[in-house]
């Protein structure tokens, strides 16, 4: 009656993540045990109270006695529900078992490709800037709104319509949030303008060091208070579109992403993809300890960002090294990716079960580096050698791309159909593998690509992938 009574107790406390007894392992990252309204993975915990009080001092195997407090616990909790399920006849679940609440994705094929726990049954896929340019219903609404790109992104509702449409249109299995890498500038004082047809402008970009520290917040300054300050209106829009896509019953993961620290750097202090190549390598030179004190303001408003993005409702994160291409190897290796380090540091400890994917777009040769980071997914661009590309990332990452969206362009000739674009998704899938993939692009849709086309790599890539699994299993 006694061991049934304390069985009865034990259960109670072990079983329940409420209790006022529940301790957190020193193995769980402190930051990590913050509630989220959004959380789709909750850990148990074992209580914070020695079996011995309860059963007197547990022996392990031998005879051993528990060395600790918790070794105690653990094998009381053993010994305990050893006995339950002998008594029952049935397999108990083990506390620690991760849950699923109700935001957590029906159709969670990237999640799991990303984390890389276990097989799926089809590649999952989704597009650089899905949403946009490609899109009629883009273009219909940005001229019902009467509205520019950037102005767009301060209205919560605008930012979830154009998230919507491209989830509505294909049977893509994400959505990403409709934003821009350089809204992390704007919340740093630094003006950026696009004026069409000469892509990202920063009018005013930083002229030195003395510029920065009157212009720049330093990093201790980048709190979550001040992401919500500056950045709450993207933060609204995460939360906005997660109760879209479950008014529309669209039940897949969101991605919420930022721009990475050396590409911010890059444009504000004033470089672009078209003119001023040189602008940010010259700072890294010119000026070391301000670009460090620059790099590492960057690097705490990103992880706070981004963690952010997680507690409104993002299910996965995606970093963007968009400016890889204009740095250095050796810079890269000084300057840029410490602070990749830290990031994937920072947001794998608070959140274990976010899957966190990298791109460091025309810097492939860090790829290896950046599996070793601790990052999931290492996305590769169209200049990776397919056949190498696994063994570049080993088994500690899973890869996404590295599709080429020329491939998706129609041109005079009708040399680009479905049927091309069936064959040229397939020799990707041979290439690369299916499984631990997540189909993507080597670089974002550009607005010329036709949406039958893209409907045709959607369709392909589930269709293919999921023959090559299910041949593969048979064999």
């Given at each position: 009656m006694m061991i049934k009574a304390t069985t009865s107790l034990l259960l109670l406390l072990i079983s329940s993540p409420e209790s006022a007894f529940s301790f957190i392992s020193p193995s769980t990252p402190k930051s990590s045990t913050t509630t989220r309204g959004n959380a789709f993975a909750t850990r148990r915990s074992f209580v914070s109270l020695s079996s011995t009080t309860l059963l007197g001092l547990t022996t392990g195997p031998g005879?051993?006695?528990?060395?600790?407090?918790?070794?105690?616990?653990?094998?009381?909790?053993?010994?305990?529900?050893?006995?339950?399920?002998?008594?029952?006849?049935?397999?108990?679940e083990s506390p620690s078992s991760p849950e699923k609440d109700e935001g957590y994705p029906e159709n969670d094929l990237m999640i799991r490709a990303a984390l890389g726990r276990e097989d799926v049954e089809r590649t999952p896929v989704w597009l650089f800037r899905q949403a946009g340019r490609h899109l009629p219903e883009y273009t219909a609404y940005k001229q019902e709104k009467g509205r520019s790109?950037?102005?767009?992104?301060?209205?919560?509702?605008?930012?979830?319509?154009?998230?919507?449409?491209?989830?509505?249109?294909?049977?893509?299995?994400?959505?990403?949030?409709?934003?821009?890498?350089?809204?992390?500038?704007?919340?740093?004082?630094?003006?950026?303008?696009?004026?069409?047809?000469?892509?990202?402008?920063?009018?005013?970009?930083?002229?030195?060091?003395?510029?920065?520290?009157?212009?720049?917040?330093?990093?201790?300054?980048?709190?979550?208070?001040?992401?919500?300050?500056?950045?709450?209106?993207?933060?609204?829009?995460?939360?906005?579109?997660?109760?879209?896509?479950?008014?529309?019953?669209k039940s897949i993961p969101l991605i919420g992403f930022s721009a990475a620290p050396w590409t911010l750097l890059f444009y504000m202090v004033g470089g672009s993809s078209r003119k001023n190549n040189g602008a940010g390598m010259t700072w890294l030179s010119e000026y070391p300890e301000a670009s460090q004190k620059l790099l590492d303001t960057l690097t705490k408003i990103v992880v706070e960002?981004?963690?952010?993005?997680?507690?409104?409702?993002?299910?996965?994160?995606?970093?963007?090294?968009?400016?890889?291409?204009?740095?250095?190897?050796?810079?890269?290796?000084?300057?840029?990716?410490?602070?990749?380090?830290?990031?994937?540091?920072?947001?794998?400890?608070?959140?274990?079960e976010v899957p966190l994917m990298v791109f460091s777009r025309g810097a492939s040769f860090a790829n290896e580096e950046l599996s070793k980071l601790g990052f999931d997914v290492v996305t590769i661009d169209g200049s990776v050698?397919?056949?190498?590309?696994?063994?570049?990332?080993?088994?500690?990452?899973?890869?996404?791309?590295?599709?080429?969206?020329?491939?998706?362009?129609?041109?005079?000739?009708?040399?680009?159909?479905?049927?091309?674009?069936?064959?040229?998704?397939?020799?990707?899938?041979?290439?690369?593998?299916?499984?631990?993939?997540?189909?993507?692009?080597?670089?974002?849709?550009?607005?010329?690509?036709?949406?039958?086309?893209?409907?045709?790599?959607?369709?392909?890539?589930?269709?293919?992938?999921?023959?090559?699994?299910?041949?593969?299993?048979?064999?």
């Open positions: 005879g051993v006695p528990a060395k600790s407090a918790e070794e105690d616990l653990e094998l009381t909790r053993q010994i305990i529900m050893a006995h339950i399920e002998k008594e029952s006849g049935s397999e108990i790109f950037l102005d767009m992104l301060s209205h919560p509702e605008d930012v979830a319509e154009c998230t919507m449409q491209p989830i509505r249109r294909y049977p893509v299995d994400a959505a990403i949030l409709f934003s821009d890498i350089l809204v992390i500038a704007e919340a740093l004082n630094v003006e950026v303008t696009m004026p069409g047809g000469v892509g990202i402008l920063v009018p005013n970009p930083l002229s030195g060091p003395d510029d920065m520290n009157k212009r720049i917040p330093p990093p201790e300054e980048m709190t979550s208070e001040f992401v919500k300050d500056k950045l709450g209106h993207v933060i609204t829009s995460v939360k906005l579109i997660r109760s879209q896509m479950a008014a529309e019953g960002y981004m963690a952010a993005q997680v507690e409104a409702g993002a299910h996965m994160l995606q970093l963007f090294e968009a400016m890889g291409m204009m740095i250095d190897e050796e810079n890269f290796y000084e300057f840029a990716m410490p602070c990749l380090k830290i990031i994937a540091d920072e947001l794998k400890g608070r959140y274990p050698d397919r056949s190498t590309a696994r063994a570049t990332v080993g088994g500690r990452a899973g890869l996404q791309g590295n599709y080429d969206p020329r491939e998706l362009i129609p041109d005079d000739e009708d040399s680009k159909t479905p049927e091309t674009v069936r064959q040229t998704a397939k020799e990707m899938l041979e290439a690369l593998g299916p499984q631990r993939l997540i189909a993507n692009l080597g670089e974002g849709l550009g607005g010329k690509e036709s949406t039958e086309l893209v409907q045709a790599f959607v369709d392909a890539i589930h269709e293919e992938s999921e023959a090559m699994i299910a041949a593969s299993a048979k064999s």
